[in-house]
């Protein structure tokens, strides 16, 4: 039906509760905890009258929604796409993999085809190493295999005061050096994963926030962030339960148990202003 629209819209990170080896050895797997960040991902068509325009998200939504229309033997119908994204490109908030997530969920809508994860799993797959947006909670992801080790639930969630800092990461590019790092070491790693699964199992939103800083903290040994260490050394202060980043990305921050006050979040601003940037407020995880 000409001019009715129909879109998919799938949610950001910022960055990573976990990063490293799921598991100590010479030929590690990289496997992360996404930090799901209320943020997010639009795709939208509208059906018209004239051939469908380009997608307007790059080369890999684009290859996304050819592979879906050759899986499912479809053509597109006449019509414009559409989109918009709160999502930095290349910092590490997962803005690729939520571009390609939304244009599938705007397919099987213009299709009216049930969700099939299995569908996503192969497209994405095909195209990228990705991070689990495709999922509405927490989980333990192999992000080269695609493949789910534990999902690990929506009950914990944290409010967050971060800063994007200069310059981006091909994730690709350095994937070789992340994996050097991870044999190096991979006992610390894995005591790591170990607590931040046990806190996610016990509901403990601060046990987690420890595990994260611990593995932020050993990130720093392979792709720093110049502002880490101050953000360490002030997370008492402010009353943070931890430290996160974007491992393989340009973003650090605090994570809070509750909602932050006014006089807080001034003082926070101030605090990242001193060391060059701006502050950014954002609800992460669930809970």
């Known amino acids: 039906m000409s001019g009715r629209t129909v879109s998919g819209v799938c949610h950001g990170t910022l960055g990573e509760l976990y990063q490293g080896p799921l598991r100590a050895g010479p030929d590690p797997d990289i496997a992360v905890v996404s930090f799901p960040v209320d943020r997010h991902s639009w795709v939208h068509f509208t059906r018209g009258t004239e051939p469908p325009d380009p997608l307007p998200l790059g080369q890999k939504a684009a290859l996304a929604a050819r592979l879906f229309a050759e899986h499912f033997g479809l053509t597109l119908p006449p019509g414009r796409w559409s989109a918009h994204s709160d999502l930095r490109v290349g910092v590490g908030m997962a803005s690729s993999t939520a571009d390609i997530v939304a244009t599938l969920r705007c397919l099987f809508r213009l299709f009216s085809l049930p969700h099939d994860a299995d569908v996503v799993f192969g497209i994405l797959r095909a195209i ?10 927490f989980a333990l992801y192999l992000s ?4 789910v080790v534990r999902r690990l639930g929506a009950d914990i969630g944290f ?6 800092e200069p310059g981006t ?3 690709t590019a350095v994937t070789d050096l992340l994996l050097t790092h991870y044999r ?3 006992e610390e790693y894995e005591r790591c994963l170990t607590d931040l699964l046990k806190g996610f199992a016990s509901g403990d ?3 987690v926030a420890r595990a994260a800083t611990v593995s932020a903290t050993l990130s720093q040994s392979v792709l720093p962030k110049a502002t880490f260490d101050s953000l360490l050394a002030h997370q008492e202060q402010f009353g943070a339960d931890g430290v996160f980043v974007a491992h393989t990305g340009c973003l650090t921050g605090y994570l809070f148990p509750g909602r932050l006050a006014a ?3 001034s003082e926070l601003s101030s605090f990242f202003h001193s060391l060059g940037h701006q502050c ?6 669930y809970g």
């Open 169 to 171: 990461v091909d994730t």
């Open 263 to 265: 006089d807080l979040k």
């Open 205 to 207: 939103p601060a046990a």
């Open 159 to 164: 409010h967050t005061a971060y800063i994007t």
């Open 184 to 186: 190096r070491h991979g």
């Open 144 to 147: 080269g295999r695609h493949r």
């Open 280 to 285: 950014s407020f954002a609800r992460g995880g």
């Open 128 to 137: 990228e190493r990705a991070d689990s947006v495709f999922l509405d909670e």
